[in-house]
């Protein structure tokens, strides 16, 4: 089958739609940014959530055999000397001797060739560059004070195995789902959140007997391919790839990634490993503490072996953002679309009088309170009716409800889908019950 083509354009497009209607904008912008990062605007804080609680429902809320934690971003050396990042969590960086631009090596097209300059033979020999985000802890900046900007949500999972057992009633196969920022210090952060330096994790630490590895990693790669899919995401627009030997974490026997069609090519929305009893193994060596599991029906004593989705909730957001954006011709001009999912669509509902008329805005104001407790619901009685349209088009709201002169007589108001831009007439007070059916929240 061939491959699907992507607008090159999309990319500068997603950029503008992001900072004009408030999904992200550049942090720190006012003082001219700060290197790669991003603050969430009050339409994208909406659609970030959405994608979290949809990763939060499929994996912990709809299952018996995953429970959540909210682990400390700040975190000692113990952990990390003990996860091997101290050692190995690292990138190789050249510097460009000609235009002292620093890049990573082994993310070079040529790696004889300075991407900034073009000039050749010009790199210095590669240093490891270790990724952690390191501070200190508490008034004095000592050695002793030490502290780590979590660089992956898994460890503060993995030092929790025992206190998460001993107060749950969970036995392998059983997992701890984890949502929460991450730090990494990257050498060349960019295209926009894909890589950031700050950015948030969804991930997942599955428990099993040693010999059954292999069987829940095909299941989860499976599982975690089809949430995208029913979220929306085109199917073609995914692969699996699974990584090189070369290509492998320290921790892992087997990664696959799910990749999705960027602009610039297939790029990683989500890694699938096999860590083994890696972590666990680990832990219970440097810190003395068993971890081992008892399966007091076999009588055998085991140290779990380790399956682990990670996602990126940012990276995964940017890619349905990408994959929603539509641009249409109506009546001889451009409409732009997202054509979220209900589920990710920051607003259900928008409520838009047609007129500022007390008699249209009270009534529509109401109607708009009441959607509220069931739906993130807008209310616009600003500009002409077809540009409050085409704002809510763009924001990837599902449904506008629109209240108008004969709402006032008739107790009706037009109700307008996104998509084929069908209109309804409904009852008032039937709306509620109307978007329900619709919208699969
Ligand atoms: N615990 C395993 C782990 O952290 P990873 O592949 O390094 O694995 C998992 O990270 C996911 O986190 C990635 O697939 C990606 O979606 C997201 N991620 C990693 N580094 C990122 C960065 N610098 N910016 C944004 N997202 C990132």
Sequence with gaps: MAEPTVDPALFDKIVNLCKRRGFVFPSAEIYGGFRSTYDYGPIGVLMLRNVKDQWWRS??????????????????????????????????????RHCGARHRQDKLDDPDVCPTCGTRGT??????????????AGPVEDEGSVAYLRPETAQGIFVNFSNV??????????????IGKSFRNEITPGNFVFRTREFEQMEMEYFVPPDEGPRWYDYWCGERFQWYVDLGMPA??????????????????????IEFLFPWGWDELEGIAQRTDFDLRRHAEHSGERLDWFDQASGERYLPHVVEPAAGATRTMMAFLMAAYDEEEVRGETRVVLHLHPRLAPFKVAVLPLSKKP???????????????????????????????????????????????????????????????????VAIDEVESYLRERLEV
């Design 123 to 136: 790199f210095t020999e590669p240093r490891q560059f270790n990724l952690m985000f390191k501070t200190h």
């Design 59 to 96: 994996m912990v809320q709809l299952r018996d055999d995953v429970v959540g934690i909210d682990a400390a971003i700040l975190s000692p050396p113990a952990i990390w000397e003990a996860s091997g990042h101290l050692a190995t969590f690292t990138d190789p960086l050249v510097d460009c």
């Design 165 to 178: 057992v001993n107060t749950t009633r969970k036995k392998p196969p059983f997992g701890i789902a984890q």
């Design 359 to 425: 008699e249209l805005t009270e009534p529509a104001r109401a109607l708009a309170s009441g959607l509220r407790r069931a739906f993130m619901c807008d209310y616009d009685e600003t500009q002409a009716i077809g540009r409050r349209y085409r704002r809510q088009d763009e924001l990837g709201t599902p449904f506008c409800v629109t209240f108008d002169f004969e709402s006032v007589d008739d107790g009706r108001v037009t109700v307008r889908e996104r998509d084929s831009m069908d209109q309804d007439r």
């Design 236 to 257: 073609e627009r995914l692969r699996l790839r699974a990584h090189e030997p070369d290509e492998l974490s320290h921790y892992s026997s087997g990664t696959s990634d």
